[in-house]
């Protein structure tokens, strides 16, 4: 994960998710959304030892995988104690400050505002401003996040991350939840180098998944590893207290179909471009959005998963009324290349 992203205070941390600001004509503002998560690790290594373990029996692992310190890793988020009603005063360019407030599940959000003469001096490079957050009942603050600006125009790529860009096997549940817990995440091939192009091009990133926020590490370091661009993150929220274990790997799309139209009501005057796969419900997903929105939606591209067998009457289902010429599938990504460049071209920043 970035150096930005979490920052450990006496026992509790904080973590800032990457979210997608936007451009206000009207008042010369930045509108800054604030997304992050205060928990706390669990206290005693018996209780965590305890947590480990029925979440391998849970899982169905035959071995004592909460030994592997994978399993571990991507385990422990799942088991943090959730940080209710920390006050954070959270500002952004040094000037605009929205107090806020963790909610049951430790999730906080919220709005700030920041002028774009401002925004421009301060920002990155690749367009990043910096947010801070302080804990007025702890010393050790500030604590660091980001957001994207995202021009009011342009070109953005709304990507999927299970069997798009990252190997998963989302329809084998075995399989899957191997991937997920016991193996080191692998990257699709040639997806990282074609997206690095697209976004040299000057194409933006926000990659969505239906993988639970407690995965948010894990995802986010892959990304960095494998050098995807930088972008950002949707993922949707899942309490175990609510006795839906059973849930963290369902294909549940609502989430997912929700945070890509808030995307492009968010942005009218942009144009997307879909990258999925055919696993999931990214065809039906992207097939509904590409007809709501068919003046902002310029194509979609849909990989077509080896180990799923393929219903081409699956696919003129859920692209029906979307012409032909705005869907692809496809198996490598190195076809679509060339594509996916031309358009760029064709769309200004």
Do not use: C
């Amino acid at each position: 994960m970035t150096e930005t992203s979490q920052q450990t205070i006496q026992g509790e941390n904080v973590i800032f998710f990457p979210t997608a600001a936007r451009w206000d004509s009207s008042r010369g503002n930045w509108e800054i959304p604030v997304h992050g998560w205060i928990f706390q690790p669990k206290a005693s290594s018996k209780v965590q030892r305890a947590s480990y373990t029925l979440f391998r029996r849970y899982l169905k692992f035959k071995v004592r995988e909460e030994l592997n310190p994978l399993f571990r890793e991507r385990a422990q988020a799942f088991f943090y104690v959730n940080v209710r009603n920390r006050q954070l005063r959270i500002t952004s360019a040094g000037t605009e400050t929205l107090s806020s407030k963790s909610v049951g599940h430790g999730h906080f959000a919220g709005m700030i505002r920041v002028p774009g003469d401002l925004a421009s001096k301060l920002q990155t490079d690749d367009g990043w401003l910096q947010l801070e957050a302080e804990d007025p009942q702890l010393s050790n603050s500030p604590h660091v996040g980001r957001a994207l600006l995202v021009p009011e125009r342009g070109i953005s790529v709304i990507s999927d991350i299970d069997d798009t860009i990252k190997h998963s096997e989302v329809r084998d549940r075995k399989q899957l939840l191997a991937n997920t817990f016991l193996r080191e995440f692998r990257a699709v091939p040639e997806t990282a180098e074609v997206y690095r192009i697209w976004q040299q091009a000057g194409a933006m990133f926000h990659y969505v998944s239906s993988s639970p926020w407690q995965l948010f590490q894990p995802l986010e370091r892959f990304l960095e590893e494998q050098q995807f661009p930088t972008g950002t993150i949707h993922l949707r929220m899942l309490r175990l207290r609510d006795a839906r274990l059973i849930r963290i790997f369902s294909s549940r799309s609502e989430s997912k179909a929700r945070a890509i139209e808030d995307l492009l009501k968010n942005y009218p005057q942009r144009k997307f471009i879909f990258v999925g796969d055919s696993g999931e419900r990214d065809p039906e997903i992207y097939g509904t959005l590409a007809r709501r929105y068919s003046n902002q939606v310029l194509h979609t591209f849909i990989r077509e998963v080896p180990w799923h067998r393929q219903l081409q009457d699956r696919f003129a289902k859920a692209f029906r009324g979307v012409p032909a010429e705005n869907w692809t599938l496809f198996r490598t990504i190195g076809p679509i290349r060339e594509r996916m460049e031309s358009m760029l071209k064709l769309e200004p920043a």
